[in-house]
């Protein structure tokens, strides 16, 4: 497997690579339209609103249900991005409208940010949301042989966390493959390289410990399907991430689909998700066991 170089030549050049706020024209425009975009999701959807998974005060979630009545939707769980220290599930409903129109049920998930915590601690909140939705699966009608762990940016890197192998026994009641596809947009999965930019500040890890925390050191082992997608005017770092974790996940025997989007940003690349008929909206759908959308 050829060796894709993720940390560059120098700090200049690594800085560069992994700064996302920095490679779009208008950073707080783009916040604005996360949540104007949120907030109609929210107004037009059914849903549970903040219901804690865990004992921390960022341990909520969301749990959008489809507006035909269903016994067991599938369910995409959504983790947002935010490199670990910002954003919110609020802001993230933007993706769920085409989902829930083709009867998929949405989780939206809350958890501590950097520096408040380790990254340890919010990788083991989303994972305790996981075993959450499938100990509560029957009650709100999802079908636990059908979640699909899906997240941006930092969020992806928590998604595919959780398809990583070697944590389930942790949890009780939580089956054998609690995850049963991935969908990663813009995802960092190995940290090592950010331990010498400046996301070190709030993510204050060693390399030692950046490896024990990366999706690269725990490629799944189950045959689940995977979807990967990054923008074409991403930060260069961001790309090399998706294409190295894709090469690892090809290496396992897995099922990889790769979806570049050549006109999209690190953050209108979310936008997509929530089209309906979009060729993002529908690989999400095709992981969940549903039929695309026609165009």
């Known amino acids: 497997m050829t060796q894709i170089d993720l940390h560059f030549s120098t700090r ?33 959807c059914t849903g549970l609103f ?11 979630l969301d749990l959008l249900l489809p507006a035909a009545a269903q016994r067991s939707a599938p369910l995409l769980m959504f983790i947002h991005g935010g490199y670990w220290r ?6 993230a409903a933007l993706v769920a409208p085409a989902l829930l129109a083709a009867g998929a ?6 958890y501590p940010l950097l520096p408040g915590c380790t990254l340890a601690e919010t990788v083991r909140s989303v994972r305790s949301a996981l075993a959450w939705l499938h100990r509560h699966a029957a009650r709100y009608g999802i079908d636990g042989q059908r979640v699909v762990a899906a997240g941006s ?48 500040e709030w993510l204050r890890l060693t390399p030692a410990q950046a490896w024990r925390l990366s999706p690269l050191a725990g490629v799944p082992d189950a045959p689940l399907p995977v979807v990967l997608s990054v923008g074409g005017l991403e930060p260069e770092g961001f ?4 294409a190295a974790y894709e090469a690892a996940c090809r290496a396992r025997g897995l099922a990889v689909q790769r979806l570049d989007m050549p006109r999209c940003n690190h953050f209108d690349l979310l936008h997509e998700l929530g089209i309906p008929a979009s060729p993002l909206a529908n690989a999400a759908l095709g992981l969940l066991g549903l039929p695309a959308a026609a165009r």
Not at 52 to 59: C, V
Not at 105 to 110: D, K, P, Q, R, W
Not at 239 to 242: H, M, P
């Open 12 to 44: 200049a050049e690594r800085d560069r690579a992994y700064n996302a706020r920095a490679s779009v024209p208008d950073f707080e425009a783009c916040m604005a339209d996360y949540a104007r975009l949120s907030e109609q999701a929210r107004a037009r």
């Open 105 to 110: 049920a949405v989780a939206l998930i809350e």
């Open 50 to 60: 903040d219901l804690p998974y865990g004992a921390a005060k960022a341990e909520r």
């Open 239 to 242: 790309q090399r991430q998706s």
């Open 86 to 91: 910002a954003q919110t599930k609020e802001n």
């Open 153 to 200: 940016s930092a969020g992806a890197h928590l998604a595919a966390m959780l398809a990583a192998p070697g944590w389930r026994e942790d949890f009780v009641g939580l089956p054998e493959h609690p995850v049963h596809g991935l969908l990663c947009l813009s995802g960092l999965f190995d940290l090592r390289p950010l331990c010498e930019t400046d996301v070190q």
